[in-house]
Antibody
């Protein structure tokens, strides 16, 4: 069974940092690109960042470029999101997402971890 | 960047109704469109890819159509479990989601 479990969310002050983790199981992790998608309270879905299966290519939304870093450890089947210089508008549930298909849609989602940026 | 616009934002319907949600792209995305269902407090669930292909395990009352810039998600004979928010997503160039359509009980 495909499963992704996020962790690392919490309350952080503006300007602070947080590192999210996503532990994956039930599939060959290194064969799949992965993404982070976030959802602010009461709002829609926003793609944040993506990484290739090997980890050699990374992509970022303009809203987080230069502040967030996506990475992965294929030996540990784990995806990461390092978030620096956090702002109030980064407050959201962050979902770890597996990409599939010839053009990569999001076929499996973790349960999400809440990040709250507030003083 | 490609923008996705869904309509309506909210839809009131009864069990047994046929409902249709529209999703428009700001430029052609061929058929690179997916649909997701989300219930309160839960992660989105993948329903349809490539505009009309049903993900395994998704009930056949769900169907998708369209190409280019205009797409629809249709739910035939709405069931109690279908009351939720639905999102379209283009994956032709990066990812972009529609703002969501909430299907509520009339």
């Amino acid at each position: 069974e495909v499963q992704m479990v996020e962790s690392g969310g919490g309350l952080v002050q503006p300007g602070g940092s947080l590192r999210l983790s996503c532990a994956a199981s039930g599939f060959t992790f290194s064969s799949f690109a992965m993404s982070w998608v976030r959802q602010a309270p009461g709002k829609g879905l926003e793609w944040v960042s993506a990484i290739s299966g090997s980890g050699d290519r990374t992509f970022y939304a303009d809203s987080v470029k230069g502040r967030f870093t996506i990475s992965r450890d294929n030996s540990q089947n784990t995806l990461f999101l390092q978030m620096n210089s956090l702002r109030a508008e980064d407050t959201a549930v962050y979902y770890c997402v597996r990409e599939s298909g010839s053009r990569n849609y999001a076929d499996y989602w973790g349960q999400g971890t809440l990040v709250t940026v507030s003083s | 960047d490609i923008q996705m616009t869904q309509s309506p934002s909210t839809l009131s319907a009864s069990v047994g109704d046929r409902v249709t949600i529209t999703c428009r792209a700001s430029q052609s995305i061929s058929r690179w469109l997916a649909w997701y269902q989300q219930k309160p407090g839960k992660a989105p669930k993948f329903l349809i890819y490539q505009a009309s292909s049903l993900q395994s395990g998704v009930p056949s009352r769900f169907s998708g159509s369209g190409s280019g810039t205009e797409f629809t998600l249709t739910i035939n004979s709405l069931q109690p479990d279908d009351f939720a928010t639905y999102y379209c997503q283009q994956y032709n160039s990066g990812w972009a989601f529609g703002q969501g359509t909430k299907v509520e009980i009339k």
